[in-house]
């Protein structure tokens, strides 16, 4: 009874907030209610047993890739997106259509399958840390460990695409000019760049 | 069901009121009073003996204040960011432990709020909500120096928080579970966790600053630095509330490091003995076992809290840089040493 | 006392994967459609996460941790290829990306 209300509670919190993400025009509000939707998410994976993974939701998710996310819209200024135009209409009508479609073959799939069964109770040994570390770091060690230089490639990439160039990675042009074609110095650009001089033995 | 509900609600009412209640006009004028003899001064000593009455006086004049807010700020945001910064702050005092484990009538009752299976993950994961209210509070307020200020306090934040996390990880290896009360269990045991893990409790103590935003790391809300930081454009009420979510973020963190490292409600089976000597008289013996850890842990947090403002008004500040490198580049490997240290000597058994 | 069929946090996470694609597929901001693809993500961990409830194997809730890292990840990357496209085109109307368009 309880535990319908808190699931009909959190399930309609994430669709409402879900559907201020996609739809909202300021990219701030956006990811805000991203936030709502991830903590709502997490309250259901504690319903559904699993209080590990919730908190690390709301560790590595809302305490840290959404900060991510709103350290650069707000650094970026980004602005408030246009109002788009007719041709945007079209393709919001075709993407929710597409998306009411899939929700139905969804829906009437896992009617057909599931039906209205209900597992049984919890038991202290799913929600145990022991079984969850014995998995994680039994039979799927080389996935986390493969996980863990993924996430180095990705901090590596990141610091480059979004670093400046440092400066032994500029290219530096000599005083005298780059030397011309035949090995001789190069043109000059002392006066203006169109009345260049050419270097002696070019026609 | 009906009985733990019960249950649930008195400890929840008597933890938070007792130790929030009690704590936080305790702070305002421990702060100032400590302030002014560090500073050989005397302090706020007009309302009541000793000045006790002065955080009174503090309310009634942030009642009064007059309510500024900028016309130019984002209002939605700009009225959240206070409310977001008290609840991260109280939600994570439910996962700390005031008592052992008592016997009332025939049921185990944990005197802990919440004895989750992931207490100490879920204490972090809401304490790491509390950057929401920085950055919020920052872009709201439409000033570019509450904008430096709160993305620089998040970005502290989230930089101290790994090392805190790990401090904390390092502290669990030896004792196989995440709940807070089976860490004491474990220090009952043992040695309290400072001793044999000193570098972890070096990491953490100094992060506890980080995490407050409180000097020496304060930067992102100093006054001679960047206005006011974060919260220039909040007077009265709202100014008040991070006021006080700052201090009761001081106060969890205090109470959670004399839980993880001090050994929390025991004090070398002090309350035990105690609660044994007082059973019986007039109440029953569970009710004094809470009573006195309850106590053992509040003397414990607030001695914390006079070491937080003893630090605040004897060291300088850093600069930003400086802070971003100790965090990164001192604190960080630190704790992964200390959490390879402790890995090792747990499998030795040693610990 | 009758519990939630699991069913229904299927139908959640589905409800939620729809509205992540639409807003994936329609909008032009850059930023918000990363938001509907974490969406998609998470809606993706509430399916894993409900089929381990329902087979009692904890084999989903590993699966949730490798997928909350990948996305940490590519949320990393994918912040820093906006920075960079900002950078240089002072927007990020991923409309107006169509220097390969023919």
Redesign the interface.
């Given at each position: 009874?309880i535990?319908?209300a808190i699931?009909l509670l959190f399930?309609l919190l994430?669709?409402a907030s879900?559907?201020v993400?996609?739809?909202h025009r300021n990219?701030?509000y956006?990811?805000?209610s991203?936030?709502v939707?991830?903590i709502s998410?997490a309250v259901?994976?504690v319903?559904?047993?699993?209080?590990?993974?919730?908190?690390?939701?709301?560790?590595?998710?809302?305490?840290?890739?959404v900060?991510?996310?709103?350290?650069?819209?707000?650094?970026?200024n980004?602005g408030r997106?246009e109002i788009?135009q007719q041709r945007?209409l079209v393709?919001?009508a075709l993407?929710?259509i597409?998306?009411?479609i899939?929700?139905g073959i969804?829906?009437s799939s896992?009617?057909g399958?599931?039906?209205?069964?209900?597992?049984?109770p919890l038991t202290e040994d799913?929600?145990?840390?022991q079984?969850?570390a014995t998995?994680?770091f039994g039979e799927?060690l080389l996935?986390?460990e493969l996980?863990g230089l993924?996430?180095l490639?990705?901090?590596i990439?990141?610091?480059?695409?979004?670093g400046r160039l440092s400066k032994a990675s500029q290219v530096s042009v000599p005083e005298e000019g780059l030397p011309g074609p035949a090995g001789g110095p190069g043109p000059t650009y002392t006066e203006h760049p169109d009345q260049v001089t050419p270097p002696e033995g070019v026609r | 069901m009906a009985f733990d509900l019960i249950a649930t609600s008195i400890k929840l009412a008597l933890f938070l009121g007792i130790f929030l209640g009690a704590i936080a006009p305790i702070m305002v004028w421990t702060e100032r009073r400590f302030a002014a003899y560090i500073q050989d001064r005397p302090g706020p000593n007009r309302l009541g003996p000793l000045g006790l009455f002065q955080p009174l006086a503090d309310v009634v004049k942030f009642f009064f204040k007059e309510d500024v807010t900028p016309a130019a700020a984002?209002k939605l945001?700009y009225l959240m960011a206070p409310v977001l910064a008290v609840l991260p702050a109280l939600t994570t005092f439910v996962f700390i432990p005031f008592g052992p484990t008592v016997e009332v009538g025939d049921r185990l009752v944990p005197l802990v709020v919440s004895n989750?299976?992931?207490g100490v993950?879920?204490f972090?994961?809401?304490a790491?909500?509390g950057?929401?209210s920085l950055?919020?509070a920052?872009?709201a307020s439409n000033n570019k120096y509450s904008?430096m200020g709160g993305?620089r306090a998040?970005?502290q934040l989230?930089s101290y928080?790994l090392a805190m996390t790990l401090a904390v990880v390092a502290v669990l290896l030896p004792v196989g579970?995440?709940r807070l009360t089976e860490v004491v269990a474990y220090q009952q045991g043992f040695l309290w966790n400072v001793v044999p893990q000193f570098l972890g409790f070096f990491v953490f103590f100094i992060a506890m600053f980080a995490e407050t935003n409180r000097l020496p790391f304060d930067l992102p809300e100093a006054e001679s630095e960047l206005i006011a930081g974060f919260h220039t454009e909040y007077s009265a009420m709202r100014f008040a509330a991070f006021f006080m979510s700052e201090y009761i973020a001081m106060t969890t963190l205090s109470a959670l490091c004399a839980t993880l490292y001090f050994g929390g409600w025991d004090l070398f089976g002090f309350t035990e003995w105690a609660a044994a000597g007082m059973a019986g008289l007039f109440l029953p013996l569970w009710f004094w076992l809470g009573a006195f850890g309850m106590a053992v842990l509040i003397t414990k947090t607030m001695f914390f809290m006079l070491v937080f403002v003893w630090v605040r008004w004897t060291f300088p500040r850093f600069r930003y840089d400086q802070l971003m490198a100790l965090g990164w580049k001192v604190l960080l490997p630190l704790s992964l040493i200390n959490v390879v240290f402790v890995a090792a000597m747990t499998l030795a058994g040693i610990y | 006392?009758?519990?939630?069929?699991?069913?229904?946090?299927?139908?959640?996470a589905?409800?939620?994967?729809?509205?992540?694609?639409?807003?994936a597929?329609?909008?032009?901001?850059g930023?918000?459609i990363?938001?509907?693809i974490?969406?998609m993500l998470?809606s993706v961990?509430?399916t894993l996460?409900?089929y381990?409830?329902?087979l009692?194997d904890?084999?989903g809730?590993?699966l949730?941790?490798?997928v909350?890292?990948?996305?940490?990840?590519?949320?990393?990357?994918g912040?820093?290829?906006?920075?960079?496209i900002?950078r240089h085109r002072r927007t990020?109307?991923l409309n107006r990306m169509n220097l390969l368009r023919w």
């Open positions: 009874m535990e319908t699931f399930a994430a669709v879900a559907l993400v996609v739809l990219p701030v956006s990811t805000l991203l936030v939707t991830l998410l259901l994976f319903l559904l047993g699993a209080p590990f993974i919730a908190a690390l939701q709301i560790l590595i998710y809302t305490g840290a890739i900060v991510l996310f709103l350290f650069v819209v707000m650094l970026l980004i997106e788009s945007g393709q919001k993407a929710g597409g998306a009411l899939f929700l969804v829906a896992l009617w399958l599931y039906g209205t069964t209900q597992v049984g799913f929600v145990s840390l079984a969850l998995l994680l799927y996935t986390f996980v993924l996430l490639v990705a901090v990439a990141a610091t480059v695409l979004a | 984002d945001l989750a299976s992931a993950l879920l972090l994961a809401l790491s909500l950057v929401y950055v919020l920052g872009y904008l993305i998040s970005a989230i928080e579970a995440f | 006392m009758e519990m939630v069929p699991v069913s229904w946090y299927l139908l959640l589905a409800l939620l994967f729809a509205i992540g694609t639409a807003g597929l329609t909008r032009r901001n930023i918000t990363f938001l509907s974490e969406l998470n961990n509430l996460v409900a381990s409830r329902m009692n904890q084999t809730q590993v949730v941790f490798f909350l890292a990948v996305a940490a990840a590519e949320a990393a990357v912040l820093a290829l906006f920075i960079a900002y990020i109307d």
